[in-house]
């Protein structure tokens, strides 16, 4: 079995700004030139993460406004009082969701359902310039 390593680069907005990385990850599978596997992206971030969901602005916003619901960002946070950065919020909503996803491959195309679609949140309260891992395994 083949391991092959690349990195993905993305400039974001910070605040939540959610990101379609599907064309990035699906030519990164095709550059590796296996045909079968796995392929997981991992953001080496405390303040952003990984999912799926059918990217389009209803679904988004939605997204949003629960990680507001679940972990509003004017809440007190223990990590602000220690470290004054005020980004407490975004390091429970990153975890919430988790820093990296498998998608499984086959004949070279990810196995994603019809509505579904890769997406990377960058929850930190400013921007910033990010660097994913993918790593894809196969043959």
């Not at 953001?43 to 999912?51: E, G, H, I, V």
């Not at 629960?66 to 390091?91: K, M, P, T």
Request: aromatic share 8%.
């Amino acid at each position: 079995m083949a391991v092959q390593t690349f990195t993905l680069q993305f400039d974001t907005r910070g605040n939540g700004h959610t990101l379609d990385i599907t064309g990035e990850v699906t030519q990164t599978v095709t550059r590796s030139e296996l045909q079968n596997g796995t392929v997981t992206v991992f953001t080496p971030s405390s303040t952003s993460a990984l999912t799926t969901i059918e990217f389009e602005d209803g679904a988004v916003s939605d997204l949003g406004r629960l990680f507001e619901e679940i972990a509003a960002q004017n809440r007190e946070y223990q990590h602000n009082l220690r470290w004054g950065d005020g980004n407490g919020h975004s390091h429970v909503r990153a975890a919430l969701l988790g820093p990296s996803l498998t998608v499984p491959f086959v004949n070279c195309k990810l196995m994603l359902g019809t509505w579904q679609q890769i997406v990377y949140i960058d929850f930190d309260n400013r921007a910033r310039s990010r660097n994913l891992i993918c790593q894809v395994m196969g043959e």
